[in-house]
Nanobody
Framework: QVPVVESGGGLVQAGGSLRLSCTAA????????MGWFRQAPGKEREIVSC???????SYTASVKGRFSISKDSAKNTMYLQMDSLKFEDTAIYYC???????????????????WGQGTQVTVSS
């Protein structure tokens, strides 16, 4: 199992910002597609954003214009910059790695092979 590790979650007031980070020991992230998902209490896990191996990006409608996915190849780290946070962004956020179709910006959990344990993001209203 590949150790995928997220960090950067926390408690923030509405309107604030957080930056999540994701690393994966033993993998060169440039070789894979990647994604961020989130799961709120009582809800299913949903896609937040994806990043294909070629650099293609996509965002779920509710975060467009507020969140930004990126990757630093030198640090082998993926990021999710979250600005203008809203109460409804509260969830556990998961980093995932797509080894099955890395050239795609995959939007389904089924497309991802490796998952982190998640990092809690709590936005107070």
């Amino acid at each position: 199992q590949v150790p995928v590790v997220e960090s950067g979650g926390g408690l923030v007031q509405a309107g604030g910002s957080l930056r999540l980070s994701c690393t994966a020991a033993g993998l060169i992230l440039d070789d894979y597609g990647m994604g961020w998902f989130r799961q709120a209490p009582g809800k299913e896990r949903e896609i937040v954003s994806c990043l294909s191996r070629s650099g293609g990006r996509s965002y779920t409608a509710s975060v467009k214009g507020r969140f930004s996915i990126s990757k630093d190849s030198a640090k082998n780290t993926m990021y999710l910059q979250m600005d203008s946070l809203k109460f409804e962004d509260t969830a556990i956020y998961y980093c995932a790695i797509n080894s099955r179709s890395p050239w795609d910006c995959a939007m389904s959990t089924a497309d991802y092979s490796y998952w982190g344990q998640g990092t809690q993001v709590t936005v107070s209203s």
